[in-house]
């Protein structure tokens, strides 16, 4: 197993569903020189570098690595938030509007019943 250093951030937020935002989601670069942590919001909490990384790559490459690896990570989190809002129920549509009533310029009110 290779060895990581971990470079960590907090911010907290409320945006989002539970079971998605307290989540870690974990994107890595190709070369597995970069790992990168967020919450289910896309929201940084942590980079681990490996610890041979400067053998690895040249240092200039560094920042390559790192947008790939939080790439990965926000693409799961955003899918991860795309299968909750697939399966969340629709609201209830409206079923008729009643005569008569509006607001006071006379356009009809819609209510759901």
């Known amino acids: 197993m290779i060895g990581r250093r971990k470079f960590g951030c907090r911010r907290g937020s409320e945006?989002?569903?539970p079971e998605v935002r307290d989540e870690a989601f974990r994107g890595?670069?190709?070369e597995g020189i970069v790992v990168v942590s967020?919450?289910?919001l896309g929201e940084v909490r942590a980079v681990e570098?490996?610890?041979d990384w400067k053998r690895r790559t040249d240092p200039r490459r560094l920042s390559t690595h790192v947008l790939s690896a939080a790439n990965d990570a926000t693409l799961?989190?955003?899918s991860a938030q795309a299968e909750i809002s697939e399966a969340a129920p629709m609201p209830p549509e409206p079923v008729g509007t009643l005569d008569g009533l509006g607001d006071k310029w006379g356009n009809p009110t819609t209510v759901s019943i």
């Open 15 to 17: 945006r989002a569903e």
């Open 28 to 30: 890595q670069d190709p």
């Open 38 to 40: 967020v919450t289910g």
């Open 49 to 51: 570098l490996a610890t």
């Open 76 to 78: 799961r989190a955003a």
